[in-house]
């Protein structure tokens, strides 16, 4: 353990909090990575909250986005997923007891009184905020519909010591008292959010800035509760290249997109996510392990991030390389399978694994990986490409036959060989190396563009090999 390492911390509770609105988007994602990582560093719990009050955009369509994201990602929760909605009695519950102890009150303003008063406000250039015309009333009719608001401090000042943004302080003249309590009983989400993250015993509110005015109004409500007052960080949001608010057309979308359209790696995704507006030292390529060990709020940066898809691609070629072979196959499998229309036989799961080495080097993503691997699938005589075509449209004629007769008598099936054999054909003709196998790996592979020409053949094998050369040489091919 090292020296920055405290020692483990069992009363840190963070949790991730999305209401299932939409997809899980790269800036939630991050928000339940830093979550993730500082309960892990400190040895707490990392919660799940998924806050569905808000029943008619709450889908579960959603819900099932966001814990199929977070399982991707490998961002496992501890206990029970928590649902906020369930919890609306429990909610109604604190409300009560706050009317009750004089901290809450009742306020029978309707929406024509408060719509005239904001514009009132709005003509005035006041800043608009309900005035409190029930605060000190007890006059309160049983039979009227009213909601339940929050008698909060008017005098004074709330300071929020805010682990990335530093203090940050708010007169409390400028909160008015919020709803607690709808007229129809059910609780808004600031009153939620309060009771449930006391009740889940959060102690780090990690989550975006656009959250840091609300925590002022949270903070007076856990003050007239009495709870322990939770640790506040608020993450700057993520912006595009260009420096605007991140929207989808920075490239900006859901995980399952990063996964299914982008063919990204978790592992690259989460490592570009973290070094958005987190660092350490110049390291780049931080696993799992590492940043569990490092992370740390102070050098989470007050700026805001710029997402740059094409750094994000970059890092993904790097976890493509490092990727454990079988693994890779199992992931473009679906791909591949799509693309040849049949399912795959042992023979080609055998020959996918034993192309990979070569492939993943160059695949920069799944996609590129299952499209680059197709050529050693296909069943004979396999498609040229243009490439292809233009390669054997202009090789040196009789080289192709040169090839065949001498690879014919390789009993060694071994990429040193075939390099000898290819280059004593070269030899044979006149002709640099290149000339002599481009033509063959267009035979070969259906393509100009391929891995290593011996390394490709001595995967396929010397029946594939021969064969695919005596397609072209028969005019089976190309
Ligand atoms: N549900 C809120 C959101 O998705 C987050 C609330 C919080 O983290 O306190 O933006």
């Not at 991050?30 to 707490?44: K, V």
């Not at 070569?358 to 050529?375: I, W």
Request: proline share 5%; aromatic share 6%; hydrophobic share 40%.
């Amino acid at each position: 353990m090292g020296a920055s390492q405290p020692a483990p911390d069992s009363k840190v509770v963070t949790r991730f909090a999305p209401s299932p609105t939409g997809f899980l988007h790269i800036g939630g994602a991050r928000t339940a990575l830093f979550n993730y990582l500082f309960a892990r560093h400190h040895g707490g719990a990392f919660r799940l909250r998924i806050e569905d009050t808000d029943r008619a955009r709450s889908t579960d369509a959603a819900i099932a986005a966001i814990l199929d994201g977070m399982t991707w990602l490998g961002l496992d929760w501890d206990g029970d997923v928590v649902y906020q909605f369930a919890r609306a009695a429990r909610h109604a519950e604190v409300a009560h007891d706050l009317l009750a102890r004089g901290h809450a009150y009742r306020c029978y303003a309707t929406a024509e009184e408060l719509t005239a008063l904001r514009e009132a406000q709005r003509a005035a250039k006041q800043p608009m905020r309900y005035d409190g015309r029930w605060r000190d009333r007890t006059d309160w009719p049983e039979d009227q519909p009213h909601v339940i608001r929050l008698k909060a401090p008017r005098e004074g000042s709330v300071t929020i010591t805010d682990l990335v943004q530093g203090p940050v302080t708010v007169a409390n003249a400028e909160l008015d008292d919020m709803v607690l309590l709808r007229s129809d009983g059910t609780p808004t989400y600031m009153l939620a959010v309060v009771v449930d993250d006391h009740d889940m015993g959060v102690s780090h509110v990690i989550r975006g800035d656009d959250h840091l005015n609300n925590a002022f109004r949270q903070l007076a409500m856990i003050r007239l509760l009495g709870w322990p007052e939770p640790h506040y960080a608020h993450i700057p949001l993520i912006h595009g290249t260009d420096g605007a608010k991140l929207s989808k057309r920075h490239g900006a979308l859901g995980v399952d997109a990063y996964r299914d359209e982008l063919g990204l790696l978790p592992e690259a995704v989460e490592n570009y996510l973290l070094r958005l507006g987190w660092g350490h030292g110049d390291a780049e390529i931080i696993s799992r392990a590492e940043a569990t060990e490092w992370f740390g709020l102070e050098a989470v940066g007050r700026g805001p991030s710029r997402f740059d898809l094409k750094k994000l691609e970059n890092i993904n070629g790097h976890y493509m390389r490092a990727a454990d072979d079988a693994r890779l196959v199992a992931l473009i499998a679906p791909r591949v399978v799509t693309a040849l229309g049949r399912e795959l036989t042992a023979a080609d799961n055998d020959l996918l694994q034993r192309s990979m080495p070569e492939l993943k080097k160059r695949s920069p993503n799944l996609n590129d990986l299952a499209l680059g691997a197709l050529f050693y699938l296909r069943s004979r005589p396999i498609p040229m490409d243009d490439g292809a075509a233009k390669l054997l449209a202009s090789a040196t004629p009789g080289v192709l036959a040169g090839a065949y007769a001498r690879l014919a008598g390789v009993t060694d099936w071994s990429t040193a060989t075939l390099e000898e054999q290819v280059r004593a054909l070269a030899d044979e003709f006149g002709l640099k190396l290149g000339q002599a196998a481009q033509p063959l790996r267009a035979a070969v592979t259906g393509s100009s563009q391929s891995p290593g020409l011996f390394d490709v053949m001595e995967t396929l094998g010397r029946d594939e090999t021969l064969g695919r050369i005596d397609d072209v040489i028969t005019g089976r091919a190309g």
